[in-house]
Nanobody, 128 residues
Framework: VQLQASGGGLVQPGDSLRLSCATSGFTLDDYAIGWFRQAPGKEREGVSCISRNDDNIYYSDSVKGRFTISTDNAKGTMHLQMNDLKPEDTAVYYC??????????????????????WGKGTLVTVSS
């Protein structure tokens, strides 16, 4: 099982970025997915998560309305479209998947570091 996040970079406030996570070794459609981030000196937090059996998508309050999570199950990729980026969005972003069935919000708020598989992070820096 492999996950590889990409797409990070240095952008200015108000800019957009699209993160991608390429996966292999498993069927993405069988797993819950999530994007997480860890800012310097802070704990990892859940940004957006989707359960495979839950029509609801979880977004943290800090990104709601600006970020959009999506998947391309045929290609085994997941994405995080980030619009109107703010300096407080600066962090290393990680993609992760989990085989256990929980609600979408549970992965992002409770499961967190317990997710089954993680990709290496990609750094997003928002600065003027």
């Amino acid at each position: 099982v492999q996950l590889q996040a990409s797409g990070g970079g240095l952008v200015q406030p108000g800019d957009s970025l699209r993160l991608s996570c390429a996966t292999s070794g498993f069927t993405l459609d069988d797993y819950a997915i999530g994007w997480f981030r860890q800012a310097p000196g802070k704990e990892r937090e859940g940004v957006s998560c989707i359960s495979r059996n839950d029509d609801n998508i979880y977004y943290s309050d800090s990104v709601k309305g600006r970020f959009t999570i999506s998947t391309d199950n045929a290609k085994g990729t997941m994405h995080l479209q980030m619009n109107d980026l703010k300096p407080e969005d600066t962090a290393v972003y990680y993609c992760a998947v989990d085989a256990i069935n929980y609600s979408s919000d549970y992965y992002c708020t409770r499961r967190l570091n317990g997710m089954d598989y993680w990709g290496k992070g990609t750094l997003v820096t928002v600065s003027s």
